[in-house]
């Protein structure tokens, strides 16, 4: 049989192989790199298939995600959220030890979404009441969650929560406070 001409040498992507691709479609070397290849491609399905579910499981009206939510949200490697923590470009509240939260919608500014993940996992917006019967004190705050008023106020500072003064209390919605210590 003559030549083809659509013959024409090829790296295998598997491999690294150079070799003469008998079709136009061909990108394996061997039968034994394509296998490896199919395999390669079901395991990240299944890996997709999981982020995906840890994805959907995400609260949409809040703001606040763990990170290997975040993981699953934008394909974005825990390593990578972690170092654009540690170099400020994005804001984190720390909960404890593996507690730490970042904001879907910082995130958002630097990632697309994962290709699978629905549109409608954009934040809504934020709507919080400051009336007093849909907000705790502060000392409300430290008693129900158990945290120190000097850590309640670092995390309203870091995370930007409002606060409302009525006489000698501080208000904060319940809300935010809620969808921080829950
Ligand atoms: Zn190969």
């Known amino acids: ?25 061909s990108i394996y070397c061997s ?28 609260d949409n009206r809040y703001d606040l995600i763990n990170v290997s939510e975040a993981h699953a949200l934008f394909g974005v490697c825990t390593v990578t959220i972690y170092r654009l923590i540690r170099k400020g470009i994005i804001s984190h509240v720390n909960l404890g030890e593996k507690q730490i939260r970042v904001k879907k919608s910082e ?23 400051m009336e007093p019967q849909d907000c705790y004190t502060i000392g409300q ?18 995370y930007g929560i409002p606060i409302r ?9 319940k809300s935010e406070i809620d969808n921080l210590y829950k």
């Open 31 to 58: 039968k034994a790199c394509s296998n490896k290849a199919y395999r390669q491609r079901q395991a990240q399905l299944r890996e997709e298939k999981k982020l995906d579910e840890i994805a959907n499981k995400i």
């Open 107 to 129: 995130l958002m500014n630097i990632y697309p979404l994962r290709k699978s993940i629905k549109e409608t996992t954009k934040p809504i917006a934020k709507m919080y009441s």
């Open 1 to 25: 049989m003559p030549k083809g001409k659509f013959e024409i040498i090829r790296k295998c992507q598997i491999c690294g192989a150079e070799f003469a691709a008998k079709t136009i479609e």
């Open 165 to 173: 003064q009525i006489g000698k209390y501080v208000y904060t919605p």
């Open 141 to 158: 705050v430290t008693e129900i969650y158990k945290v120190s008023e000097k850590t309640v106020y670092k995390h309203i500072r870091q």
